[in-house]
């Protein structure tokens, strides 16, 4: 069955400190792993994207990497601000060789920045 | 440039009644998708359309019509709703199948 599972289910750390995000998946055939951002009350926005041939990706303090013979991806978070505080989402893309790629979301990782 | 708009933002229904989310787009995007989001659970795909005209089942899409009419609009219907059906609501787009996916601010639904 696919799945996509993320550690931990919530986190709070300090302002200014750095934190690793976890993701493990099952899905196959992989296409690519995202990462997505979502604030309280809003929809998700993608941070990065993988494909099976990239091993790390990065957008300012955030930096994914993937694993694929582990199926296992990371998102660390660098010099945490309080406008981190959000859920993180681990989105796996199956091709089918439909028309488009199956996505299965994970549960997201709950992140709290505190001063 | 609005992206991704939804309407309502928020709703209450009695068990029975019916409803219409309206989705839209102005990124030009083919493809759009409904989705729910519940508590401890990644967002589930409702039905997504990859173009005017056409629509497609999802992984969850019983209790739920959708129709896509025009290009930059994509209506989900709950005929009959029942409390099962309480979720936030997302829509999405993106240029092709293998893009990335823009989500609208969702709509959250309570059904009593």
């Known amino acids: 069955k696919n799945q996509v599972e993320q550690s931990p289910q919530s986190l709070i750390i300090l302002e200014g400190k750095n934190c690793t995000l976890q993701c493990n998946y099952t899905v196959s055939p992989f296409s690519n792993l995202r990462w997505y951002k979502q604030d309280t009350g809003r929809g998700p926005v993608s941070l990065t994207i993988m494909t099976f041939s990239e091993n790390t990706k990065s957008n300012g303090r955030y930096t994914a990497t993937l694993d694929a013979d582990t199926k296992q991806s990371s998102l660390h978070i660098t010099a945490s601000q309080l406008s981190d505080s959000a859920s993180y989402i681990c989105v796996v893309s199956s091709n089918l060789k439909t028309s488009y790629d199956k996505v299965i979301f994970g549960p997201g990782t709950s992140l709290s920045v505190i001063p | ?112």
């Not at chain 2, 933002?9 to 102005?26: E, I, N, W």
């Not at chain 2, 989001?37 to 497609?56: C, F, K, N, W």
Request: with cysteine; aromatic share 12%.
């Open chain 2, 1 to 112: 440039n609005a992206g991704v708009t939804q309407t309502p933002k928020f709703r209450v229904l009695k068990t029975g009644q019916s409803m219409t989310l309206l989705c839209a787009q102005d990124m030009n995007h083919e493809y759009m998708y409904w989705y729910r989001q519940d508590p401890g659970m990644g967002l589930r795909l409702i039905h997504y359309s990859v173009g005017e005209g056409t629509t497609a089942k999802g992984e969850v899409p019983d209790g739920y019509n959708v129709s896509r009419l025009k290009k930059q609009n994509f209506l989900l219907g709950l005929e009959s709703a029942a409390p099962s059906q309480t979720s936030v609501y997302f829509c999405a787009s993106s240029y092709g199948g293998f893009e990335t996916q823009y989500f609208g601010p969702g709509t959250r639904l309570l059904v009593l």
